[in-house]
């Protein structure tokens, strides 16, 4: 069984007041602005993310 991902703070006010909500397994309660969100893993990227260290302006 994995553990829970925890925030650190709230993504819609940034306070710490955070608690896991009755509503199922993922979902977190914010005392401070009386929201509840949900955090998802979308997947892994089949590329990796690519940088463009070339500097300038490219045409």
Known sequence: ??????????????????????????????????RAFQLKFLGLLTRGLQRNDGGGDEI
Request: aromatic share 12%; net charge negative.
């Open 1 to 34: 069984m994995s553990e829970r991902a925890a925030p650190f703070y709230c993504p819609y006010c940034g306070d710490e007041d955070l608690r896991p909500s009755e509503q199922g397994h993922g979902a977190w309660e914010c005392g401070a602005c009386n």
